[in-house]
């Protein structure tokens, strides 16, 4: 055990038991900031499930937008 957390440990004795509630909160918000809550492991989601497959209209977009253009309907 590290000088520092032994030190943590210590200090976390000596703090009356009423008072801990604060203490745990404080180190929960402490744990949320740094990014390490310990939550269960999110899950993967492939994201290729929501990507659509090409259509010809979607190929040939460009050409469509101009022929709207051309035709003033844009």
Do not use: C, H, S, W
Not at 29 to 54: A, I, R
């Amino acid at each position: 055990m590290t000088a520092i957390r032994q030190e943590a440990m210590q200090m976390l004795e000596k703090v009356p038991e009423d008072k801990l509630g604060f203490v745990i909160q404080i180190m929960q918000g402490v744990n949320g900031l740094l990014g390490t809550v310990d939550t269960e492991e999110k899950k993967v989601v492939d994201l290729k499930q929501f990507v659509m497959e090409p259509t010809e209209r979607g190929e040939n977009a460009d050409q469509y937008v101009r022929e709207l253009r051309d035709n003033d309907r844009f």
